[in-house]
């Protein structure tokens, strides 16, 4: 699978930060997106989600369902977060539930229905991820699966979490676009690109020269961010 994808070259391109489980913040913004839609229209309209669909919040399997069947009424490109990557993980190496359980993943596990109590304790990780394997739709797993690592167009390079400084856009590792923080937004390197990134959660969006976040906290905070890129122009909407 190509996990690289570079044809975001479009009047207009909706992107959504991190989701966390908040279908009812996803269904509010995708409403506005419409109606933004609607009132201000353009030929060739682009979504861009950036991960984080699932964990923390209360119905990580409503976020899927809603994701996977693409609500957005326009062409629709899904991002990994480092979120997807422990749920895949998970169901081929269970282990990794001690790591994933202090992230938000027995959010996402009790939404599919299996019984967390045991993982609480430490106990069961095998047996668990037989239970999310049978209870996860096709649908869920194919969504999931398919998730590009990043994208480009001519002014914007989107990821889940960001780059490491001094490595070419093109060359950057699946564990910093995943996970980086403190390296990547520490940094004042021009990217070559402007960076649209989430995973780490900020009070309102972060505008800097060099890159953008829209991680305001979903899950926590109860807003939601879309940004709405036209050309050099910027502007945002927001459900809460």
Not at 8 to 27: A, E, K, M, T, W
Not at 120 to 132: D, I, P, V
Not at 187 to 200: A, E, P, Y
Request: overall charge negative; proline content about 6%.
């Amino acid at each position: 699978m190509n996990d690289r994808y570079s044809n975001l070259d479009v009047s207009r391109i909706y992107v959504i930060g991190d989701i966390h489980g908040r279908l009812d913040l996803l269904d509010a913004l995708i409403t506005k997106i419409h109606a933004d839609l609607k009132d201000i229209p353009a030929p060739d309209p682009l979504t861009v989600t950036l991960g984080a669909y699932i964990d923390r919040g209360p119905n990580s399997r409503g976020v899927l369902e809603r994701l996977a069947q693409n609500p957005f009424l326009m062409p629709y490109l899904a991002l990994k977060g480092n979120h997807e990557a422990l749920l895949t993980t998970f169901l081929d190496d269970p282990s990794v539930l001690g790591k994933w359980r202090r992230l938000g993943g027995l959010e996402t596990l009790h939404s599919y229905g299996v019984p967390v109590a045991p993982l609480m304790r430490g106990t069961g990780f095998e047996e668990a991820a037989e239970q999310l394997r049978a209870a996860l739709p096709d649908a869920h797993l194919e969504f999931v699966s398919s998730l590009k690592l990043s994208a480009s167009s001519s002014s914007y390079f989107f990821c889940h979490a960001g780059i490491r400084p001094g490595i070419p856009l093109e060359r950057q590792s699946a564990d910093d676009l995943l996970w980086i923080r403190q390296e990547f937004l520490n940094s004042k390197m021009n990217f070559g690109k402007r960076v649209v990134h989430g995973h780490t959660p900020t009070e309102r969006p972060e505008v800097l020269p060099n890159s953008i976040n829209i991680d305001t906290g979903a899950y926590e905070t109860g807003c939601l961010t879309c940004l709405v890129l036209e050309g050099s122009q910027h502007r945002f909407l927001f459900a809460n």
